[in-house]
């Protein structure tokens, strides 16, 4: 059984008013979210997920074939961004994942050739090394919405929580709060797909700093544990950033071999504290601007 | 019906000699290539496949979920060259396609934590822009062989040629010779995942540039579109190189949204006479070091 089934379930039986207390505001142009989701309602979707995948997909890096997601990575090599467009090829809906300011025009122009249509241009969090394309993109493709964590402080037209959904076309990204790097990080989980986008919560063998914004190793290190590698082995994710030229990676992948986070708390948080790395270069533009949609 | 299905079916069916005129050499060690499959059988199985595809999925990336198939993108940022890990995680079997011998050492790592066991590492050509990993490789993982195409005239343990399919595992890469860029040229086409590696033949909204070695625009015409524009729209075509953060397309994008390869032959040479582009700048010591897969 999978999330989609379990959905597509619930939508169709009562289109209205939905069991487990979810509403759903319906239309394409409207905002599709189901905010407060209890997490022992997610905690039972979760279990029901795991236990029904049968033989896991280990290691692997790919999307569910025969089914109607796209998926298309994209990168910024001056601050080694990835962004991420995902949509749903049946009914055209789309959103973008961390869009970097300069290359908000390409992202547009692909939308468009693609015949998306964008409903939301989110962040993962307030980056701190480049400046957010979701305020020019919204000048780009009109009707679509910026998305932010709520505990981020950045405006945006929509803040959003822990187990919030993201809706495009058949498909949901599950907002998690994953904070270390910064308070208002989120991770967004699709189940339908395997996949994860953890921003810089987690990256490829790595992690994000936690020596500037509100940056907590402790925080930081529980999100990883208890958010993300609590996740199948066979989940692919994506980071916001890498800077070996990898594109991706796995829970059971990092959960073996991350050279941080497989360390005890207390090594981790030594670690953290001892890499003296330089003061970021684009911080007092980037936080600035980023904290109202990198202006636009 | 998919091409694994087919497959699937005549090696089960006569293991040694199978029909029409097939040889697998069997055992995992020693090399699954099944060369001179005519153009006509392979016509054959194409038709089957595309007939059978059912409900294409259209300018999506992405791999068959709850197969063995294991995918994964690799970057060299200072050449902007793709390279490709593919593998079989039942047999463990896999290939690298394009490595980079500034990376040698990071793929090497890569492909040990995974626990796979490489058997090819192969060129599209004789690239221009930066040093083959292929030769490192083969120091790094005793056993692995070095595979280019016979026409580019470089050194390798296996020349392979047009229609040869090159195996790992349950998967098979068939390579296509795409001349034009370089008369070694070949497109790595693996049918059961959908998806082919272009090399320099075809990059994501243009291609390769045909002023040097043995360059032909004429020639790079004729290949993209007798051998990749053929191919199904759905089908996601994974290039050497981008510089513009892009990291994969379609076959139904390109034929569509190509800016060069869209336009008539005559318009296409034009273009590509007058590039004006500069002298590559590590060609006089890539293409040396490339003719015996990078020295080592």
Redesign the interface.
């Known amino acids: 059984m999978k999330m989609y089934r379990i959905r597509a379930g619930f939508r169709e039986g009562q289109p209205g008013q939905l069991p487990w207390g979810l509403h759903i505001s319906g239309g394409h142009k409207s905002f599709h979210m189901i905010p407060k989701i209890s997490l022992n309602t997610l905690k039972i979707v979760e279990t029901l997920l795991v236990s029904n995948t049968g033989?896991a997909?280990?290691?692997?890096?790919?999307?569910?074939?025969?089914?109607?997601?796209?998926?298309?990575?994209?990168?910024?090599?001056v601050s080694s961004t990835y962004?991420y467009l995902l949509g749903d090829?049946k009914t055209r809906e789309a959103v973008l994942i961390d869009p970097v300011l300069e290359?908000a025009e390409?992202d547009a122009a692909l939308i468009k050739?693609?015949g998306f249509k964008l409903l939301y241009a989110m962040n993962t969090h307030m980056h701190a090394d480049h400046i957010t394309g979701t305020g020019k993109l919204k000048s780009l493709i009109p009707g679509s919405k910026s998305v932010i964590g709520k505990s981020s402080g950045a405006k945006a037209d929509l803040h959003i929580v822990d187990g919030d959904l993201v809706c495009f076309g058949s498909y949901q990204l599950l907002a998690t709060a994953t904070p270390g790097h910064t308070n208002g990080c989120l991770t967004y989980i699709c189940h339908d797909?395997?996949i994860a986008f953890t921003g810089d919560t987690l990256l490829i063998r790595g992690c994000g700093r936690t020596d500037f914004q509100e940056g907590s190793p402790e925080s930081l290190y529980k999100s990883v544990h208890t958010k993300i590698f609590t996740l199948p082995d066979h989940y692919t994710l994506y980071p916001a950033h890498d800077y070996?030229?990898?594109?991706?990676t796995t829970v059971g992948?990092e959960k073996?071999?991350n050279p941080r986070l497989t360390k005890p708390l207390k090594e981790f948080v030594h670690i953290m504290e001892t890499l003296n790395l330089p003061y970021p270069k684009m911080i007092d533009k980037a936080v600035p601007a980023n904290r109202v949609c990198g202006i636009y």
Chains 1, 2 share one sequence.
Not at 57 to 77: E, I, P
Not at 244 to 248: D, M, Y
């Open positions: 033989k997909r280990c290691m692997s890096t790919g999307m569910q074939k025969g089914s109607d997601f796209f998926f298309r990575q994209l990168f910024d090599t962004t090829m290359h390409r050739e693609l797909q395997s070996k030229g990898q594109t991706a992948e073996k071999y």
